[in-house]
């Protein structure tokens, strides 16, 4: 079966291919560039192992914010697609045979995107080298292109990949033949027991991620250097936790924030469109929320830090601005490291948003030709945008300013008087403003598509 059939063009699955080209490029020059600084030590075969494994850590996490992504935009595609699928259905084609399609399909744009980026990233690298080797930054030696580790995570991104289209197709290719001609998104919710369940393995897996981390703090005002890995592993098991429960919270959060667009027609409307799929909701708004989180944990950590060295007596002038200085440049480091993860968040955002309008243009040609304007729907589309960023950007600032204080806790405790929260006011500051660029840069171009398309033509749209 063609994929064409399944999937619809190509021009649909373009964010997979980006998000898989964005972490092969992230891990080519994570992984190149580790092993370039490997040959500067006195023993590079240590040296090398070490890099090699904080680069695949890094690479890891960024991968993980792209498996959201990657599983939302395969659910977001295939559910504008019901009634297509819905015909394939009728002439014969099983759930299967469209799982495996679309697995494929996935799993093979995954592969050739990472190499590619995984390419790319050498590439640049490279030439980076070059620059600095020539002007005497890096001392002439014969470096290595690149390490062989290269292929652990351009094998991952291709393995999730995979998985993404099969976990981001099976909610939607359960539904039935006559469900999907009647209109009907999605299957229905999962039975009562399932959900109650899931709430009370939510509940305690996020218990016991807090117990860890109050066990961090408690351990790092005791020992030095315990309480980091007790920190790290609850942050781990509460964002687990988050994740499994999402679903109960967030599209309760979204709709609470919400409230506060106000009670136009436009406003009343992007609420109800913001939750309409709570499922849908929360994997746009938790793929945001983890990255605006990583983010803020390494600024609120650095934070943290900075304002407990400002606490110790024992340190001279000098040694204290050393600390301030060192601290800057691991943060900016760190800060640099991460951040793409957080725009592999946004890609999926925005994407998210552009699919769900397009597949909303019978909806927003009735909307006009009962009289809305061109100037109601841009804000209608404005305004679920807000609703759905500004939600993911605060929760994700509140776990990252938690997580990253508690981080900081856990290493300089025992040299600190009581707790020290990192509040970077004009990190949060920015992360805000970014999150209104984000709103605008989300909504205008969906918008713009939505209110050119004439009523006759939108109203012809199969949705």
């Not at 981390?213 to 030095?224: D, I, N, P, S, V």
């Not at 800060?335 to 968040?345: D, H, L, P, Q, R």
């Not at 992360?431 to 398309?453: E, I, K």
């Amino acid at each position: 079966m063609k994929r064409e059939l399944v999937l619809g063009s190509g021009r649909d699955l373009g964010t997979i291919g980006l998000v898989a080209a964005l972490c092969g490029l992230y891990a080519g020059v994570l992984v190149s560039a580790s092993a370039v600084l490997a040959t500067l030590g006195n023993n590079p075969g240590n040296l090398a192992f070490t890099l090699q494994i904080a680069s695949l850590v890094f690479n890891l996490v960024a991968i993980y914010v792209a498996a959201v992504v990657i599983t939302n935009a395969v659910d977001t595609v295939l559910a504008g697609r019901l009634r297509q699928l819905a015909l394939l259905r009728l002439l014969g084609a099983r759930s299967t045979d469209l799982r495996r399609v679309v697995m494929r399909s996935t799993g093979l744009i995954g592969l050739v995107a990472a190499l590619g980026g995984a390419a790319l990233g050498v590439a640049i690298t490279a030439a980076a080298r070059v620059v600095l080797v020539a002007r005497g930054t890096l001392p002439s030696r014969d470096y290595p292109l690149t390490s062989v580790v290269l292929v652990i995570p351009i094998a991952v991104i291709a393995i999730v990949a995979l998985i993404c289209g099969w976990r981001g197709s099976r909610r939607v290719l359960t539904v039935t033949p006559a469900e999907a001609m009647t209109g009907v998104s999605a299957p229905t919710a999962s039975t009562r027991r399932e959900s109650h369940l899931r709430k009370a393995f939510a509940l305690l897996v996020m218990a016991a991620g807090v117990v860890f981390l109050l066990g961090a703090a408690y351990l790092g005002e005791h020992y030095a250097g315990i309480g980091f890995l007790v920190a790290f592993l609850g942050a781990a098991t509460f964002t687990t936790g988050l994740l499994i429960g999402a679903r109960y919270v967030v599209p309760w959060l979204v709709a609470a924030s919400g409230r506060a667009l106000g009670s136009t027609p436009a406003s009343r409307i992007a609420r109800r469109n913001a939750v309409l799929d709570p499922q849908r909701t929360t994997r746009s708004t938790m793929g945001l929320v983890i990255g605006v989180a990583i983010i803020t944990t390494i600024a609120s950590g650095m934070g943290a830090l900075q304002k407990a060295v400002d606490g110790w007596t024992q340190l001279t002038p000098a040694d204290r601005e050393l600390a301030h200085q060192l601290l800057s440049m691991i943060g900016s480091v760190m800060t640099g490291i991460v951040v793409v993860s957080c725009v592999i968040s946004v890609i999926g955002f925005i994407s998210t948003m552009s699919l769900t309008v397009i597949q909303r243009r019978r909806e927003i040609g009735l909307l006009r030709a009962v009289g809305f304007t061109g100037s109601q729907i841009r804000s209608m589309i404005t305004r679920e945008s807000a609703a759905l960023a500004g939600t993911a950007v605060l929760f994700g600032l509140i776990l990252g300013v938690f997580f990253g204080s508690i981080g900081a806790q856990s290493v300089i405790g025992f040299q600190t008087t009581g707790f020290v929260w990192g509040t970077p006011w004009t990190f949060l500051a920015t992360v805000a403003a970014v999150g209104v660029v984000l709103v605008l840069v989300s909504a205008l171009p969906p918008a713009r598509r939505a209110t050119t398309v004439p009523v006759v033509a939108a109203l012809r749209i199969d949705g």
